[in-house]
């Protein structure tokens, strides 16, 4: 199948339109009209090669919502014009135990990532959202439900599981005191499933700037990083604490923020970071932890929240051509909402 992307041909490239084919169907496989595509900080890293080299031309995005085009021979989950969507992960080895487990995002085989990495079966390199079409197999495409607003759904793909995986594993509920770092898309989808949990959340943030953004979605205030009277003042406050920061920090900063048996979760910065205080863990039994997106099931799982909840990411709608303004302003930090294209404005013949 033709379609067309917007991809990057070499690491802090812009990224420019792009026609390549996605493949003919196998009997398992979805293809999916995309409609609406997130833009995650992780395309930003990748495109730039900040985690190892990449291929190249690499069409990144996998935050994906669209409707099922036609389907494979086997497929029984979906039909032609329903609204489905494709998150961070398009296979796995389907056979070992966290795969059985629903924990495919650690596979013991390695999953397959939306974009930028080898099909299990062809070899060819995965592409992602920031594109018209998309052929995943059935296990890994997701349904949305009826209650979601489709234009504003896509971020839960990633945004939305990689927050929501956390809070669940670390028992988030009624009357939890969570701290959030960073307020950006993943950190917005944070605060808003936190506070659907009955949490009592706080926004740790660079400045004041986005204080009115952290109210509006139901934060209690902003702790602000920097204000060491403050930070000194909220020391031993925080039941769960969840790191978005993306770029190499020194977490040392935080942990002294949580109360005995408390946990602080990373999953922004992948690498090293930088010193690390270790009494802050050894004086109050605190934990330091990391989290991989989530499952398919638990993926399925947040949606359904969602739906149930009401709670819809905060989306700012581009077109495809304002990629690279919106990959500047997460470099930046400074947007509290994510940015998502309306793949609708993009022809295959543009
Ligand atoms: P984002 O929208 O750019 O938000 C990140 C936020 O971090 C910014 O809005 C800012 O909030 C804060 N920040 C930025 N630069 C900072 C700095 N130098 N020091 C301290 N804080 C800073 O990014 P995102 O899409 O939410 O992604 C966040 C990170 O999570 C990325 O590294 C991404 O790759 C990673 N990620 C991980 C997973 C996983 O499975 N673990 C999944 C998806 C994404 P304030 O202005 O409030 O300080
Ligand atoms: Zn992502």
Same mark, same amino acid.
Request: charged share 20%; glycine share 10%.
């Given at each position: 199948?033709?379609?067309?992307?917007?991809?990057?041909?070499?690491?802090?490239?812009?990224? &420019?339109?792009?026609?390549?084919?996605?493949?003919?169907?196998?009997?398992?496989?979805?293809?999916?009209?995309?409609?609406?595509?997130?833009?995650?900080?992780?395309?930003?890293?990748?495109?730039?090669?900040?985690?190892?080299?990449?291929?190249?031309?690499?069409?990144?995005?996998?935050?994906?919502?669209?409707?099922?085009?036609?389907?494979?021979?086997?497929?029984?989950?979906?039909?032609?014009?329903?609204?489905?969507?494709?998150?961070?992960?398009?296979?796995?080895?389907?056979? +070992?135990?966290? +795969?059985?487990?629903?924990?495919?995002?650690?596979?013991?085989?390695?999953?397959?990532?939306?974009?930028?990495?080898?099909?299990?079966?062809?070899?060819?390199?995965?592409?992602?959202?920031?594109?018209?079409?998309?052929?995943?197999?059935?296990?890994?495409?997701?349904?949305?439900?009826?209650?979601?607003?489709?234009?504003?759904?896509?971020?839960?793909?990633?945004?939305?599981?990689?927050?929501?995986?956390?809070?669940?594993?670390?028992?988030?509920?009624?009357?939890?005191?969570?701290?959030?770092?960073?307020?950006?898309?993943?950190?917005?989808?944070?605060?808003?499933?936190?506070?659907?949990?009955?949490?009592?959340?706080?926004?740790?943030?660079?400045?004041?700037?986005?204080?009115?953004?952290?109210?509006?979605?139901?934060?209690?205030?902003?702790?602000?990083?920097?204000?060491?009277?403050?930070?000194?003042?909220?020391?031993?406050?925080?039941?769960?604490?969840?790191?978005? &920061?993306?770029?190499?920090?020194?977490?040392?900063?935080?942990?002294?923020?949580?109360?005995?048996?408390?946990?602080?979760?990373?999953?922004?910065?992948?690498?090293?970071?930088?010193?690390?205080?270790?009494?802050?863990?050894?004086?109050?039994?605190?934990? &330091?932890?990391?989290?991989?997106?989530?499952?398919?099931?638990?993926?399925?799982?947040?949606?359904?929240?969602?739906?149930?909840?009401?709670?819809?990411?905060? +989306?700012?709608?581009?077109?495809?051509?304002?990629?690279?303004?919106?990959?500047?302003?997460?470099?930046?930090?400074?947007?509290?909402?994510?940015?998502?294209?309306?793949?609708?404005?993009?022809?295959?013949?543009?």
């Amino acid at each position: 199948m033709k379609t067309i992307g917007y991809a990057a041909h070499s690491p802090d490239a812009n990224m &420019v339109p792009y026609h390549f084919e996605r493949r003919a169907l196998r009997a398992n496989d979805i293809a999916i009209e995309i409609l609406y595509s997130g833009i995650c900080h992780s395309d930003l890293h990748t495109v730039n090669g900040d985690w190892g080299d990449q291929s190249y031309p690499l069409v990144p995005g996998h935050e994906i919502v669209g409707r099922v085009l036609e389907v494979g021979s086997d497929v029984t989950k979906y039909k032609v014009g329903e609204n489905v969507a494709v998150g961070c992960m398009v296979d796995s080895c389907q056979d +070992c135990d966290q +795969c059985h487990n629903h924990e495919e995002q650690y596979c013991r085989n390695g999953m397959t990532p939306t974009y930028g990495s080898p099909d299990r079966i062809s070899g060819e390199i995965t592409q992602g959202g920031y594109s018209k079409h998309i052929v995943v197999r059935e296990e890994f495409v997701l349904g949305v439900p009826d209650a979601l607003d489709l234009a504003k759904a896509a971020p839960i793909l990633c945004a939305g599981i990689t927050t929501f995986s956390p809070l669940r594993t670390w028992d988030v509920k009624e009357g939890s005191r969570v701290g959030v770092i960073g307020l950006g898309g993943l950190g917005h989808m944070a605060v808003k499933l936190a506070v659907a949990m009955g949490a009592e959340v706080t926004v740790i943030s660079r400045s004041n700037d986005k204080e009115e953004d952290a109210k509006a979605i139901g934060a209690k205030g902003i702790l602000v990083s920097k204000d060491e009277d403050a930070m000194n003042a909220a020391a031993a406050s925080f039941d769960f604490i969840l790191d978005t &920061v993306p770029v190499q920090h020194d977490v040392s900063v935080y942990t002294p923020l949580l109360d005995v048996d408390g946990t602080l979760t990373i999953v922004g910065q992948v690498g090293p970071m930088d010193g690390f205080m270790s009494w802050p863990l050894i004086g109050g039994r605190r934990r &330091v932890a990391g989290s991989l997106i989530g499952g398919i099931k638990e993926t399925q799982d947040v949606l359904d929240f969602c739906a149930e909840h009401n709670i819809h990411p905060d +989306c700012k709608m581009i077109e495809a051509a304002e990629v690279n303004d919106a990959f500047a302003h997460l470099a930046k930090g400074d947007v509290a909402h994510r940015f998502v294209i309306d793949m609708t404005k993009l022809s295959v013949d543009g």
